[in-house]
């Protein structure tokens, strides 16, 4: 049964829902279920993902940060499809020296325990070992 603890409006008018378990959270992530609930819940819902932010250095530029890529490698290391949920630069291309090979993005990702596991284990980007890290988040 679904019981919501607390609700909590932020600033930008974007409701926080505080369900009672982790397990009521993982049924709520299945696909027909989170349909059903936005439907009942209130119309024009739609549920965000927390992503996790990993720093990944040295990643070859050619890499696209578009999904095609993040599919590949999320197949190359043997993860679930759309555990990658985005991913970026940290320096906008355009800014980039003449001749550079190697730049530092960021990766998204979904779960806390899978961002854990690619910390420990690295991470195959077009055939090198990557070494993500935790993205530090710096006060306003």
Same mark, same amino acid.
């Given at each position: 049964?679904?019981?919501?603890?607390?609700?909590?409006?932020?600033?930008?008018?974007?409701?926080?829902?505080? &369900?009672?378990?982790? $397990?009521? !959270? +993982?049924? %709520?992530?299945?696909?027909?279920?989170?349909? =059903?609930?936005?439907?009942?819940?209130?119309?024009?819902?739609?549920?965000?993902?927390?992503?996790?932010?990993?720093?990944?250095?040295?990643?070859?530029?050619?890499?696209?940060?578009?999904?095609?890529? &993040?599919?590949?490698? $999320?197949? !190359? +290391?043997? %993860?679930?499809?759309?555990?990658?949920?985005? =991913?970026?630069?940290?320096?906008?291309?355009?800014?980039?020296?003449?001749?550079?090979?190697?730049?530092?993005?960021?990766?998204?990702?979904?779960?806390?325990?899978?961002?854990?596991?690619?910390?420990?284990?690295?991470?195959?980007?077009?055939?090198?070992?990557?070494?993500?890290?935790?993205?530090?988040?710096?006060?306003?």
């Amino acid at each position: 049964m679904i019981h919501i603890e607390t609700v909590l409006q932020t600033y930008k008018r974007v409701l926080v829902l505080m &369900l009672n378990s982790r $397990e009521v !959270a +993982n049924w %709520l992530r299945i696909v027909e279920h989170e349909m =059903a609930f936005m439907e009942d819940f209130s119309k024009g819902l739609h549920i965000r993902e927390r992503g996790y932010n990993l720093i990944a250095p040295r990643v070859l530029i050619t890499f696209k940060p578009e999904n095609e890529h &993040l599919r590949g490698i $999320e197949k !190359a +290391n043997r %993860l679930n499809y759309y555990l990658i949920h985005k =991913a970026r630069w940290i320096k906008p291309t355009a800014r980039r020296r003449i001749g550079q090979t190697h730049a530092y993005a960021i990766l998204t990702v979904t779960f806390t325990n899978y961002a854990n596991l690619l910390i420990r284990d690295r991470l195959i980007m077009f055939r090198a070992r990557v070494c993500p890290t935790k993205q530090k988040v710096e006060p306003i």
